[in-house]
Every structure is written in structure tokens, then in C-alpha cells.
């Protein structure tokens, strides 16, 4: 028995072709083993026939990949012929090295043609770019793929503080647990694509949800689930796997359809503050429990805060930001905890209430949940702590 020198298959002495890649591999007149691409035997030089297809080595590729949480795991299998490797390598460098994973296997003829990922052009209908693809063969939609038709500056601006500020606030979800969920999603996209990196941590995402006024306080429960799906996470960083890019292609197809609507969570109107005034049995307890814990603000003089917009700000600062509580809470429980800490406090409870609701004059600094809780915007942060600087200054 001998080596086809097509294919490399052993061959019965008792055949004339081999029995895979049916190339003639002895002549049939003086029973020698031909030489591979001669065009006769070169024993008693009987011309061999040259119509036979010649057989076309292919490159085969695998990746498989593994997520914890039994969320997510991918396995690929790809075949190349060498020239087709040049024409789609541009698509598929993001995707999966094209690093050879095993021994090259010939195959008789093209099967079948490579299916290009979702919205790229297809090359054309050329044998050589060709390729055999097996049933397990997948393409997913890349990062880049998708952001050469949907350019994240489009949906997503800088700040100039590192974090994104969306260009529109409908994502078409059709309740408020959607739209938080594929704000997430697309947030995701876009950092990656403008920033060139993951997103940093949980934190920066509830950050974003706050300042783009999606957050409440069931917001960190609808990024996890999202998370677990569509994110690769890294020592607490996000960046999207295969089926996110595939989602976000989904999501922002829709956001392109005018005649599709979400859920209207921006346009409704704030509730009455009295009933986010009452506070209950526990949240004293609470309350309680607050006002021994130290603040910065401990040594500061509350009597120059002259205004109840500015009363207010302090009180959510020192639960949401300074003693890290929570992150968003009941007018009622601000001001209460508020006069019991700072005893010199002289707004009223129901100034207090009103500049936390004036949408006209504070919007800038306060922002309102779904469940009535309020929470300090970033500038309104920046403006608290400025007082603490100064305070600081005039002690020391």
C-alpha cells in the first residue's frame, strides 16, 4: 500500500485511483505510482488524463469559548482555501484568529460558500473564495460589523467625564424593565466602540443609568440579567459577547422604526411628594441608626445653607454619596434624617419637598425614580463637595 500523493490516504496496491479523492494514482498501462501534477507516467510515459480536478487543500479554524453562570458559550469550525482566506480575513479578524488549528484535509470540489456576517457586502460568486463548511459552522456579527453601519456617535455622546449621554431616550422597550435593559445593552456597544475599552465597572454603568435618567431602583437587578446574556465579564469590566452584537443589531433596528414606540418613561409626570413624605416605623429605625454614623459634614455650619434646595442637597448627599446607604430615598426620609442630624436646620418640611419637585429651577440637580426616591445628578455631587473643600480650608 502506498500514500495517495493527492490526499495522503493509503492506498490499495490492487487500485488505480484513490478511494477518497478519486485521483489516478498509479498508471493503468505499467502499474507504476504516478508523480503528483505529472502529465504522464514517468516509467513508459503513457499520458495520464489532465481533465481530473485537482484537488484543493483547505485550512481549517476553531475557537471555542466558555462563560461562567452557564450564560453563554460559542463553538466554530471553519474551512478555508487559501486564496479564500485573503478575502475574508478584513470581516473575520475581529471575530477569530486565523491560525490554522489542525493538519489541512483536500476535498474533491466547493460544497458550499462561506455565509457573511449580517449587513456585510458578499464577495463575489468566485470558486477560489469559496469554502466547505461543516453543519456546526457559525458567523456572528462582530463589534466592528455592526458599528460600520450603526456608527455609536450616533446614539451616544462624551460627557467629558467618561461617561456616554444618550442622544434619545426610547429604545423601544415596551415596559420600563426593556428600556433599562437595552439602554444597558447599547451603553455597552457604544463605550467599547468610542472608548476602545470595556466598560470600567457595575458602578460606571449605574452612573450612566442615573445620568441618563434610566435608573431606579430596580435598574442593578435588570443590568445583571442583561449582563449574564449579552456581556463578557472581567474583573468586574463589560464588553459584549456574539449574542449581545447580535441584540444590539435587533435593538437598533428598531430604534430606526419610526412607526415603533417604547415605553414612556421619560414623559411621566412626577407624583405628588406628600406621599414620599410619610415614613414609616422602620425607615425611623433607620433614620436612627443614620445620624450616629460620621460624616464629613459633621463639623460644617448648616446655617449658611440659606436656601431648601440646598438643605436638600446636603441631605442626599450625606445618605447616597458620603455614609453610601442607599441609592436613592423618600423626600419624607431626607428631611427627616436631615433636622435630626443637623439640628440647626431651619427649612421647612414643606420647602423641602417643594425644591426637590421644582422641575422648572432644579432639575439639574435632583433626580426622581419611578418609586418616588430622589438622587443627586453628577454636578449637583460636585457642588456638595466643593462645600466640603471649603469647609476643610476653613478649619485647617
Known sequence: MSNCPYCDVLVDE???????????????????????????????????????????????????EEQSESNYSRKLNLSFTATAIDKVASVLSDYVPLTPSKKTKPVAQPQQQLALPFLQTPVENNPSTQSEITDEDIVETTG???????????????????????????YKGKNKKLQQQRFSLLYVWA????????????????????????????????????????????????????????????????????????????????????????????????????????????????????????????????????????????????YNYLIKRYKTISVTKENFSKALSNTKEYSKYFSRTSEGQYYLSPEAESLVEGWSNLNNEQNS
Open 14 to 64: 490492487a487500485y488505480n485511483f484513490c478511494i477518497s479523492c478519486e485521483q489516478q494514482v498509479k498508471c493503468q498501462v505499467c502499474g507504476s505510482y504516478l508523480i503528483k501534477d505529472k502529465s504522464k507516467c514517468l516509467k513508459c510515459g503513457t499520458s495520464i488524463n489532465t481533465s481530473q480536478i485537482t484537488a484543493t487543500p483547505l485550512n481549517n479554524f476553531s475557537l471555542e
Open 144 to 170: 466592528k460589523n455592526v458599528s460600520d453601519n450603526h456608527s455609536a456617535s450616533d446614539y451616544f455622546e462624551k460627557d467629558g467625564q467618561g461617561i456616554l449621554i444618550s442622544t434619545t431616550p426610547d
Open 191 to 334: 463605550y467599547n466602540i468610542l472608548y476602545e475599552e470595556p466598560v470600567p465597572s457595575k458602578e460606571h454603568l449605574n452612573q450612566a443609568a442615573k445620568k441618563n435618567g434610566v435608573y431606579d431602583t430596580n435598574y442593578s437587578t435588570n443590568l445583571n440579567h442583561i449582563a449574564n446574556l449579552s456581556f463578557i465579564k472581567s474583573d468586574d469590566t463589560f464588553k459584549l459577547n456574539p449574542g449581545g452584537r447580535s441584540e444590539v443589531l435587533k435593538v437598533l433596528s428598531e430604534m430606526q422604526d419610526s412607526d415603533l414606540s417604547g415605553f414612556e418613561y421619560w414623559g411621566k409626570t412626577r407624583k405628588n411628594t406628600n406621599r414620599g413624605s410619610r415614613i414609616t416605623k422602620e425607615d425611623s429605625q433607620k433614620i436612627e441608626e443614620w445620624v450616629q454614623m460620621p460624616s464629613r459634614f459633621d463639623s460644617f455650619d448648616v446655617r449658611t445653607l440659606d436656601t431648601a434646595y440646598k438643605c436638600a442637597l446636603l441631605a442626599l448627599y450625606d445618605i447616597t454619596k458620603e455614609l453610601k446607604i442607599q441609592d436613592a430615598v423618600k423626600p419624607g426620609v431626607a
